[in-house]
């Protein structure tokens, strides 16, 4: 399993940012797949995540209603767009990949997907 994380960089208060994750080595249409983020000093948080079709997503508090994951089967890719992005939301950002094919996204079952190695920077200055 390979998650390739892309797309971060340094944005205004304010500010967008798209990024992407490519996954190779397994097929990731069958799998449920999100995205983390740790900030220095913090706990890993579950920012986003959806299903294997696309039909369900699942948003932290923190982010509803300003971030969206979607994702693109034909291109094995999944992406978090970021809008009105927050000096909190300064992090590294990892994407991850559940280990159980054709199961339905649950917040609960994080812990047990497999998480990209190298995240992206993602830093949001005031």
């Known amino acids: 399993v390979q998650l390739q994380a892309s797309g971060g960089g340094l944005v205004q208060t304010g500010g967008s940012l798209r990024l992407s994750c490519t996954a190779s080595?397994?097929?990731?249409?069958?799998?449920?797949m999100g995205w983390l983020r740790q900030a220095p000093g913090k706990e890993r948080e579950f920012v986003a995540g959806?299903?294997?079709?696309?039909?369900?997503?699942y948003y932290a508090d923190s982010v509803k209603g300003r971030f969206t994951i979607s994702r693109v089967n034909a291109k094995s890719t999944v992406y978090l767009q970021m809008n009105n992005l927050k000096p909190e939301d300064t992090a590294v950002y990892y994407c991850?990949?559940?280990?159980?094919?054709?199961?339905?996204?649950?917040?609960?079952?994080?812990?047990?997907?497999?998480?990209g190695g190298q995240g992206t920077q993602v830093t949001v200055s005031s």
């Open positions: 959806i299903n294997w079709s696309g039909g369900s997503t």
């Open positions: 991850a990949a559940d280990r159980v094919p054709i199961r339905e996204l649950s917040p609960a079952l994080i812990g047990q997907y497999d998480l």
């Open positions: 080595g397994f097929t990731s249409d069958d799998y449920a």
